[in-house]
């Protein structure tokens, strides 16, 4: 019987780098993760594509969705909806991939009461005035918006606690190989094997004793 995936959750405040450390993963030759696209109801920015970056959708849909309990998980950040699709996960995990999840800390916190053997990874900016000038030189929020970020970001930041493990985006590469260090280090974990061998011992037993 194929093992399941893990489920790895992926967040940290807005413009602290996310969607360009998960790529750098991805883009790996050895990355054998598989991405959970998210749903939003935030506008399509320049460059991002439909079912790629984002699944975009009214207020609306994402609603009755969220009514027909099809969400993993789902929270309303800077007025807007962002949440994931559950029956895609579901399906990946069942066929053994691993698969991340790069959602706000507000659904990470709901996949956590959910899926409490997920692994839960928290990228943070190296100080607070970076973060702020990341968010300014993308150059797709007013003011009044990054300031808006800028509170969530330190609200988020105290909340770090509920995650398994903090990385600091300093240099992109080498924080792309920290999480996927930290996948591979998950799979040995005891817990996550002891089933496993169990199993293998129980069969071994069952076998001797058919011998006498």
């Known amino acids: 019987m194929r093992e399941r995936g893990l489920l790895i959750v992926f967040s940290g405040p807005s413009g602290v780098g996310k969607g360009t450390v998960r790529a750098k993963i991805f883009d790996s030759p050895d990355n054998n993760l598989r991405y959970s696209v998210s749903m939003t109801t935030r506008n399509q920015r320049p460059g991002e594509v439909d079912g790629k970056d984002y699944y975009f959708r009214s207020r609306e849909y994402f609603e009755q969705t969220v009514h027909e309990g099809q969400m993993l998980e789902y929270a309303e950040y800077v007025g807007n909806y962002y949440g994931t699709p559950l029956k895609a996960v579901n399906q990946l995990l069942d066929e053994g991939y691993d698969v991340m999840l790069e959602i706000e800390v507000q659904g990470a916190l709901q996949v956590k009461e959910k899926v409490p053997d997920g ?40 909340m770090m606690s509920a995650y398994d493990y903090v990385i600091v ?27 496993k061998y169990e199993a293998m011992l129980e069969e071994f037993e069952e076998k001797e004793v058919t011998k006498l």
């Not at 970076?130 to 797709?140: A, I, K, N, P, Y």
């Not at 300093?170 to 817990?191: C, F, G, P, Q, S």
Request: net charge negative.
């Open 119 to 158: 692994v839960f990874i928290f990228l943070t900016p190296p100080d607070l005035g970076e973060l702020r000038q990341r968010l300014t030189d993308r150059g797709t929020d007013s003011d009044k918006v990054i300031e808006e970020r800028m509170v969530k970001a330190r609200e988020e930041i105290h």
């Open 169 to 195: 985006n300093d240099v992109v590469d080498l924080a792309a190989e920290r999480v996927k260090k930290i996948i591979e280090t998950e799979h040995y974990r005891v817990e996550r094997v002891i089933g």
